[in-house]
């Protein structure tokens, strides 16, 4: 089966720097996704790993150790509209082509 | 165009009724989704279209029916829903292997 965890929520001020952490067990691993939600909007895309290091663009990094089954998403110089919820999400298994998703992590900006 | 339409934005149904919703994308994608979504819980994968043929149903009830009439549109049929099937239900798109998926805003459902 497949499994990811993130904590519940954060909580950041405005110019502030927040890492957001996943881990996660699946029975294969093809690549690691993350997805930002605000209140009443869709998911969007955000960035990718597939291979182990720091991806970056512009203020938001993504990092992955595929050996330690971790991953982070990196918000820098934050501001009012970074607030909330982001997934971390991955696609698990060959044949499988869906992406399972992680609860999500609320992040509250604050001024 | 990067866009994933669905309609309607809002839907409210009663227990006997007969529904449908409806996405659409002009990307060219050849996998499209539909997801459930309760509030404050993350997208919880219903079922897969690859190539307009039905690859994943993930147990969903009979309840709901997915369609694929062409590889632009994906419908969801809904017929004789229970008030725990309230959500906002998301349609995607993908055509990178998942690596990247397109969601459109969604259709909020009420059952009543």
């Known amino acids: 089966g497949q499994s990811l965890e993130q904590p519940s929520e954060v909580t950041a001020v405005e110019g502030a720097i927040v890492q957001i952490n996943c881990t996660y067990q699946t029975s294969g691993f093809y690549g690691l996704s993350w997805y930002q939600q605000h209140d009443g909007g869709a998911p969007t895309f955000l960035s990718y790993?597939?291979?182990?290091g720091l991806e970056e663009t512009g203020r938001f990094s993504s990092f992955l150790s595929r050996s330690d089954s971790y991953g982070y998403l990196l918000l820098q110089e934050l501001q009012m509209k970074d607030s909330a919820s982001y997934f971390c999400a991955v696609r698990a298994s060959t044949g499988r082509r869906a992406l399972t998703f992680g609860s999500g992590t609320r992040l509250q900006v604050q001024p | 165009d990067t866009e994933v339409t669905q309609t309607p934005k809002h839907l409210v149904m009663g227990m006997t009724n007969k529904k449908s919703l409806k996405c659409e994308q002009h990307m060219g994608h050849r996998a499209m989704y539909w997801y459930k979504q309760k509030a404050k819980k993350p997208p919880e994968l219903m079922f897969v279209y690859s190539y307009e043929k039905l690859s994943i149903n993930e147990s969903v009830p009979s309840r709901f029916s997915p369609e694929c009439p062409n590889s632009s549109l994906l419908n969801l049929h809904l017929h004789a829903l229970q008030p725990e099937d309230s959500a906002l239900y998301l349609c995607?798109?993908?055509?990178?292997?998942?690596?990247?998926?397109?969601f459109g805003p969604g259709t909020r459902l009420l059952v009543l």
């Open positions: 790993n597939a291979l182990d």
């Open positions: 995607a798109s993908s055509q990178d292997g998942e690596k990247t998926q397109y």
